[in-house]
């Protein structure tokens, strides 16, 4: 790389550097900024944040007994179970990550839903409240119902046009629905008004189906989600719902926020105190991390950020500061054992692969775990905790490394510079 070449690439990278900062910014207290015809919000202000830092709204469900006798009532604990599990994956499907679902009131006979940041509480709960019945019929026999309906969900037909697809806990179930009525129309009935007959033309197997004729994309994302809610185990009734405050609130996000600036800042003073033009590199690596870490928790909208979230953030640093440094201690082993610097990098970055790959691995799975067993308040935590390693990895060994041969390029190839030192000799 010639010096020319690596100047233009240093500023380039800078410019994107501060350019991408700065557009995080725009836009800040839910007022976006005029560009043109375009209304901007920046990346940090588009980012979701949960019920512990920006507060949302809750709702307390009684379980309906009506119907009940001595035989359901055997199983009654196990369906409310049940209910809350899928509640959870409900409000997880629809994107609200961070929703809380928990037993409370006696025996456990009502279910609490948490939900943060959601724009219009009183029709998410309503669906869930007020769910549909469903019926496959042929010749006015119910065939199918909603009870053995796995998921609920909008998707397209072959005109592109909204359907509700289904897919069904046991296929076979579905399986002899068509298998009666094929030649004929299965008429499929909602809230006991028919509205779609289409003719079965072959068995399906596969325990998935699609109601055609619904309308517009509300209008199937409602019925998606009252026919998952009519599949509960137990009949749910509101019976209360308000606004939740914030329970750290704007000025704890403000002080997290502040802290980790001067955490950062104290990273950078002791990676160029210790590693001199090495600390350098770092120091610019983990401000692109930065950058590129709040695009990315902008642009993905099943992310909302909480406490824990914040601390999968701070744990992601703190990974990239570990690899930053033990490829910077393998350097200097290079180096002292008198081979030229250039070379030192070379094999410092190839010794301190292995490791850096071996810890970030063994953190992703773990957060994949914690993603599918944990339960919902900490399933963000997951995500970002996910997003932020897969990004250290990539900066400390690539973004690192990027800024180390430009400084090597512009700048004599002295030890010195990079606080290197050789072994001493012997006698």
């Keep these: 790389m010639s010096k020319r070449k690596a100047i233009v690439l240093l500023s380039l990278v800078m410019v994107l550097v ?16 005029e560009i043109g015809i375009y209304d901007y919000r920046g990346f940090a202000h588009v980012i979701k944040l949960g019920l512990d830092l920006k507060g949302g709204v809750t709702a307390v469900f009684a379980v309906d007994l009506e119907g009940e006798d001595e035989e359901t009532l055997g199983t009654l604990d196990a369906r409310i179970d049940g209910t809350i599990r899928s509640l959870q994956d409900v409000l997880f499907s629809k994107g609200y990550t961070e929703a809380v679902v928990s037993k409370q009131g006696v025996n456990g006979r009502q279910i609490r839903v948490e939900v943060p940041d959601v724009e219009d509480p009183e029709t998410l709960f309503s ?3 007020n769910p549909a019945t469903l019926e496959f019929k042929f010749n006015d026999e119910v065939l199918v119902t909603g009870e053995h309906v796995s998921t609920a969900y909008v998707s397209y037909d072959e005109n592109m046009q909204y359907v509700v697809a289904l897919e069904f806990k046991d296929a076979k179930v579905f399986e002899e629905a068509t298998t009666i009525a094929l030649g004929n129309p299965l008429e499929i009935w909602v809230n006991g008004k028919k509205i779609s007959q289409p003719v079965v033309n072959s068995v399906i197997n596969n325990g998935k189906a699609v109601i055609q004729g619904i309308g517009d994309y509300d209008k199937c994302y409602n019925l998606a989600t009252q026919i998952q809610s009519g599949a509960f185990g137990v009949k749910l009734t509101m019976v209360e719902t308000k606004a939740v405050s914030a329970s750290l609130g704007v000025n704890a996000l403000r002080n997290s926020i502040i802290a980790g600036v001067i955490g950062i800042a ?7 105190s210790v590693y001199k033009m090495f600390g350098v590199a770092a120091s610019l690596a983990l401000s692109v991390y930065t950058v590129v870490l709040i695009v990315f928790l902008g642009m ?3 992310v909302q950020l909480t406490l824990p979230g914040v601390a999968g953030i701070i744990l992601g640093i703190g990974m990239a500061v570990d690899a930053n440094i033990i490829i910077f201690e393998r350097i200097k082993e290079e180096y002292k ?8 990098v070379d094999n410092g970055f190839k010794r301190a692969f292995t490791a850096i790959l071996d810890g970030n691995v063994s953190t992703v799975l773990g957060a994949f775990v914690l993603f599918f067993l944990a339960t919902s308040d900490l399933k963000s935590f997951a995500i970002v905790l996910i997003i932020s390693v897969m990004i250290s990895f990539f900066s400390a060994l690539t973004v690192t490394r990027m800024f180390i041969n ?3 390029t512009l700048m004599n190839d002295e030890g010195r510079l990079y606080g290197l030192k050789r072994e001493a000799a012997n006698g």
């Design 18 to 33: 501060v350019l991408f900062a700065v557009l995080s910014v725009l836009g800040p207290n839910e007022k976006p900024v």
């Design 127 to 129: 669906l869930i409240g």
């Design 266 to 272: 104290l990273i950078f003073i002791f990676m160029i």
């Design 300 to 302: 993905f909208p099943f």
């Design 337 to 344: 054992l008198g081979k030229p610097l250039a070379a030192s």
């Design 406 to 408: 430009i400084f090597m």
